[in-house]
C-alpha cells in the first residue's frame, strides 16, 4: 500500500484526532492500519497479541462510534471485518508505527494471511508477499540484513515467482511480468536467474 499524500492541515487534524484516542484504541487502530484501509478483527486480534479477543472488539466498536472505522466485508474470511472511514485516517494511523514495527508487523500479517487462508493460500500468494516484502523492506532500511531478512525476502520472492507462473498459465503477461520483476529484486542464484528469465520472456510476449 502506498500512503496517500495530503494537505498539511488535514493531515495536522487526523493526527491530532488519533493522538487523542485512548492508548488501547490507538494501539488498534494503528495495528488495523497494517492490514490496509479494510481489516478483518481476527487480524487485529493477531496484531494485538497483549490484549484479550474480547477487548479487541470492544476498542473497534469505539472506534466506530467516533466514525473513524465502519463494518465492512472480508475478501480473506468469513469473520467480521471493517473499513477506515477513510483512506487517510488509515494513512495517519500508518504513519505513527515506527520502521521496526511496521516490520514485525507485515510479517506477523502475513503468517496471518498464510494461516487463514490454509488450502486456499495460493489464491493471495500476491497479497501476503506483498507483506512480507514489506516486513523485509523496512528491516533493510534500518539496517538489519540479518538471517532473518534474508528468509523473509526469499518467502516473499518465492510467492511472487509462484503468481508471476500462475498469472503466466492464464495468460495475463502484464501481471506476470510486474510479478517476476518483483521476484527477480528479492530472490537471488537459480531462484533469481528463473524470474529474470520470466520477466524477459513476459515482455517479449508483450511486445510481439
Known amino acids: ?19 487523542r484516542l485512548p492508548a488501547s484504541e490507538r494501539v488498534v487502530a494503528e495495528r488495523a492500519s497494517v492490514a490496509g484501509r479494510v481489516f478483518e478483527r481476527g487480524a487485529v486480534v493477531a496484531l494485538v497479541p497483549e490484549s484479550e479477543p474480547s ?14 472505522v465502519q463494518p ?3 475478501e480473506l474470511t468469513t469473520g467480521e471485518a471493517f473499513r477506515f472511514r477513510h483512506a487517510l485516517i488509515r494513512d495517519a494511523a500508518y504513519e505513527t508505527l515506527s520502521k521496526q514495527e511496521r516490520a514485525d508487523l507485515h510479517e506477523r500479517f502475513a503468517l496471518w494471511i498464510e494461516e487463514v487462508t490454509s488450502e486456499r ?9 506483498h507483506h512480507y516484502e514489506q516486513a ?11 538471517a532473518r531478512s534474508g528468509r523473509l525476502a526469499r518467502r516473499a520472492g518465492d510467492l511472487f515467482l509462484g503468481a508471476a507462473r500462475r498469472a ?3 495468460g ?7 510479478l ?14 528463473a524470474a529474470l528469465y520470466g520477466e524477459v520472456n513476459a515482455l517479449h510476449q508483450l511486445q510481439r
Request: hydrophobic fraction near 40%; aromatic fraction near 4%; glycine fraction near 2%.
Open 1 to 19: 500500500h502506498e500512503t496517500l499524500p495530503m494537505p498539511t492541515s488535514i493531515q495536522a487534524v487526523i493526527a491530532a484526532r488519533l493522538d
Open 55 to 68: 477487548v479487541v472488539s470492544e476498542q473497534i466498536r469505539r472506534l466506530m462510534l467516533k466514525e473513524l
Open 72 to 74: 465492512d466485508r472480508s
Open 121 to 129: 493460500a495460493t489464491e493471495y500468494a500476491e497479497i501476503t508477499a
Open 136 to 146: 523485509f523492506s523496512y528491516r533493510h532500511e534500518l539496517g538489519l540484513d540479518d
Open 168 to 170: 503466466r498459465s492464464r
Open 172 to 178: 495475463d503477461e502484464p501481471t506476470a511480468l510486474k
Open 180 to 193: 517476476f520483476r518483483r521476484a527477480s529484486e528479492l530472490l537471488d542464484g537459480d531462484d533469481r536467474a
